[in-house]
């Protein structure tokens, strides 16, 4: 299947497809649904799920987490046409260098082509607040994360003992990416500090 993705240097996921006029991208049926991003005209919810790869070009990722949006996305589709974004993550395996002159793009694989797409592992969608603390905006049922108590609301102050305001993003997918690996978060809950233990599982 042949799609029209816009390259997006703002969207944090590594692709998301959709349907426009006709052209069906649908998720599979049970596709768990869950926040999505900051779009232009507020939040942006959907499912999130996996393909086999896509390819692009000559490059070809294999096993690629995709986001599906639905809620909170049709005056973006309508506007701008595509099938897809080719987000940030994605992006990030290649080395990216835009000829406006003459409209071209060119991709290189860099020494994280090969790096594997994961979900959160907790089944926690983040966002960094202005204070460095990550704000709990979604969580998927039956993960970790759910079943350890965490609420869409909380804020994550610390991971293991180690203040938020230390770890870059890069680090904090890195993080919440190791399968099997206990983890211990301390939260801010209405102005109240509480600690939750889990052990980070794949759930995508």
Request: with cysteine; net charge neutral; hydrophobic share 40%.
């Amino acid at each position: 299947m042949n799609v029209t993705l816009l390259m997006d240097t703002g969207a944090d996921v590594p692709f998301s497809l959709h349907s426009i006029d006709g052209f069906g991208v649908q998720p599979p049926p049970d596709a768990p649904k869950s926040y999505i991003s900051e779009g232009i005209k507020g939040n942006v919810y959907g499912q999130w799920s996996r393909v086999d790869a896509i390819q692009i070009g000559s490059f070809k990722l294999d096993n690629c987490l995709v986001a599906y949006p639905s809620e909170g996305f049709d005056d973006v589709k309508a506007v701008l046409g595509q099938n897809g974004f080719f987000g940030l993550e994605g992006q990030r395996r290649f080395t990216v260098t835009f000829d406006y002159r003459h409209s071209q793009i060119y991709l290189k694989p860099n020494s994280r082509y090969r790096d594997p797409f994961e979900f959160n592992m907790a089944g926690l969608v983040l966002r960094t607040l202005r204070n460095g603390a990550w704000e709990v905006v979604d969580i998927l049922p039956n993960s970790p994360g759910s079943a350890a108590g965490i609420k869409k609301g909380d804020s994550i102050i610390a991971v293991d003992g180690r203040n938020c305001t230390s770890i870059a993003f890069v680090e904090r997918e890195r993080i919440f990416a190791r399968e099997n690996v206990p983890m211990r978060l301390s939260l801010n809950r209405n102005g109240s500090t509480l600690n939750v233990s889990f052990v980070l599982s794949r759930i995508l």
